[in-house]
């Protein structure tokens, strides 16, 4: 059964930083994509990071320069380091893995994600 666990949400002001965790258990698909998602309070799932098997990173337009995707294999581990935050990243964030192999490939879509987890707040103050 795979499991996802977020940490490191918080609340900061904006042009602060967090780094967000993802640690997951039972996802054996190691060659296949991760990443986050975020979703804010009336508004939809937006992707904001993945990194595919060969650790090729994507971002959205709107992180890009600001977020870090990174994975730890040997911890199993997913992290995003949110650099120069802005009021607007405030939202839910979720860590995401691939379900059927096309997570990267669609992203920033989330048409391919198979499991996320429960989420991590993040709120950004001006």
């Known amino acids: 059964q795979v499991q996802l666990v977020e940490s490191g949400g918080g609340s900061v002001q904006a042009g602060g930083s967090l780094r967000l965790s993802c640690a997951d258990s039972?996802?054996?698909?190691?060659?296949?994509?991760m990443g986050w998602f975020r979703q804010a309070p009336g508004k939809e799932r937006e992707g904001v990071a993945a990194?595919?098997?060969?650790?090729?990173?994507i971002y959205a337009d709107s992180v890009k320069g600001r977020f870090t995707i990174s994975q730890d294999n040997a911890k199993n581990t997913l992290h995003l380091q949110m650099n120069s935050l802005k009021p607007e990243d405030s939202a839910m964030y979720y860590c995401a893995a691939d379900g059927s192999g096309v997570y990267c490939y669609y992203f920033p879509s989330l048409g391919g994600v198979g499991y996320w987890g429960q989420g991590t707040q993040v709120t950004v103050s001006s």
């Open positions: 039972g996802y054996t698909y190691s060659s296949y994509c």
């Open positions: 990194i595919d098997g060969d650790g090729r990173t």
